[in-house]
């Protein structure tokens, strides 16, 4: 039985639940911290960011660093050209430590009115770019951003559905917040947030979303825990029942999701179940960067139904550049592009943001799933690159901008 606890800041019962370990996992961290603003004091690398003084890129300088939880803050700045996005996406970000340049993507984490920008960076225990962040970063540093993308973007909100359904893993909840108060403000429709972590004290944006919760009527928060949590008093698993119990599995509902690989899988086996339409499902896969060009599990079929032939390279050309390479049996098309030095834009390399989408000219590549891709893109013959395995040469061709 699943106890209801009321908070005396929300209007509305909120869940937190036990996660069962197949849902969710060891995914998330279990550090402890009060949800407050405080600026870390540490001395970054020597010779970190020497090279951002190229003053032909677009630099941002940092203005504030807030603390969300032990390993998540805020990076609060204003950048020297004007950038333009919208709720929900991310943008391109380029730090440059020890002398090298690392590249990474970030959500925004909402829309300010001062005229700065904010991203929001949880620190994982392999990502080397998000604990220098975390653990140096502060006031008056510098470093460059870049082109803007993503597919969680309130453009998702022109369809026709009944109810916004947010699946938020982790970090995921960062673009998620930001569509939902764009949602709340711009519609009347029923937005529900399910936000799972491990424990409660690693909720990113606490209190700004139970500050949302009493604000919109039309707003439903669900916390999804994988440990019982003291502090909130109640506890149960997150299951079919929960999600029928909010009514989240309606066939005319719009879901988005978006967190690490392992929920995002474990979020499509719950829709899956409940035979939702692909095209009511949108999904951003957060993952550490990295380009190995390694092989991807053998496949018999591909998604299309066509039996696989990876016993062999194939080779691959890029129509609108003439570069071409081969692809060993099984390999990624980005990470064998990157293997020869030919680089495809790119972001999650997860299958999860769309930034590789190419065109297919003539061809047959398999995707690793799930991943973004729509039943209509699909049908108009757009492959990823970073989960794309070709079963024969294959042509391709840019969409916009997309060889850098």
Known sequence: MIEVWKSSMAKGAVIMANMVTSFIGALFSTNKVNHKRV??????????????????????TVTEVIRETENAVTLVFNTRLPIDYR?????????????ELESRSYSFSGIRSDGQHQITIKETSDGYVSKLINQTFREGMLFQVSNVGGNISPTLLTST?????????????TPLKALAEYALEETSKPVVIVYSNRTHDDIIFFDQLEALNEKYANLTLVHVLDKASSKIGSQGPMNRAVAEQYELLGSNNLFVTCGPGGYINAVSNLLDGADISASSRHIEVFTSVNIPSVPLPPMAKTSNGYTASDDKAKRVEIRDTGESFVVKPNHTILGSAAGVGINLKHSCQAGGCGECKMKLISG???????NCLTESERADGFVLTCVGVPTMDVVLESTTSSVH
């Open 39 to 60: 600026r870390r004091q540490h001395q970054a690398p020597s010779n970190a960011y020497d090279s951002c003084h190229d003053h032909t890129k677009n630099m941002a």
């Open 87 to 99: 709720p929900g996406q991310f943008i391109h970000c380029h730090f440059y430590a020890d002398g």
């Open 161 to 173: 559905y009944e109810k916004l359904v947010l699946f938020a893993g982790g970090s995921g909840i």
């Open 364 to 370: 047959q590549v398999r995707h690793q799933e799930p």
